[in-house]
């Protein structure tokens, strides 16, 4: 199985995902353990102030999703295009272990239709209605 690091571009402090447990076709199932010293949180903050941002737990879903369209979309880089529908059901703190549900609903085109949810504990954190990403060539997005 692959790592985040070989599919993914990106790298620490942005890679949000640091397990992949299951990659099918429709559907992929990711770790991320929110850790004290992550660069969103302030050194010397009280416990009660390392609540993770959810931003982060969106980017991390969408990672995650990145890893199951570009499972079977080589030599191209899928691109988040927007998020519908998604809610926050509890907050994540320092030391969480985040889960990740992706499931492909849809592939229009270069454009990847994905849902799912995140959960800490068996609880859910997050449910993602509509997820769209985009494929690009790896050309295209490479830096000039």
């Known amino acids: ?7 993914l571009p990106h790298r620490a402090p942005m890679l ?10 429709d559907r992929v199932v990711t770790r991320h353990a929110v850790l004290a010293t992550a660069p969103c949180f302030t050194p010397a903050a009280a416990p009660e102030q390392l609540v993770y941002p959810p931003a982060l737990v969106l980017e991390s ?15 191209q880089l899928p691109v988040f295009v927007a998020a ?4 926050f ?15 492909r609903e ?3 085109g270069d454009a990847i ?20 990403a985009t494929l690009r060539s790896g050309d295209v997005l490479a830096p000039a």
């Open 1 to 7: 199985m692959t790592t985040p690091e070989r599919a």
């Open 16 to 25: 949000l995902v640091d397990v992949i447990d299951e990659l099918g076709a």
């Open 61 to 75: 879903f969408v990672q995650s999703g990145a890893i199951l369209a570009g499972h079977t979309a080589a030599g």
């Open 84 to 87: 519908r529908d998604v809610t």
């Open 89 to 103: 059901h509890q907050g994540v703190v320092a030391g969480d272990m985040l889960v990740h549900e992706v499931v």
């Open 106 to 108: 849809r592939a229009l």
């Open 113 to 132: 239709l994905l849902s799912g949810r995140t959960t800490c504990d068996g609880s859910l954190v997050a449910s993602y209605g509509s997820v769209t």
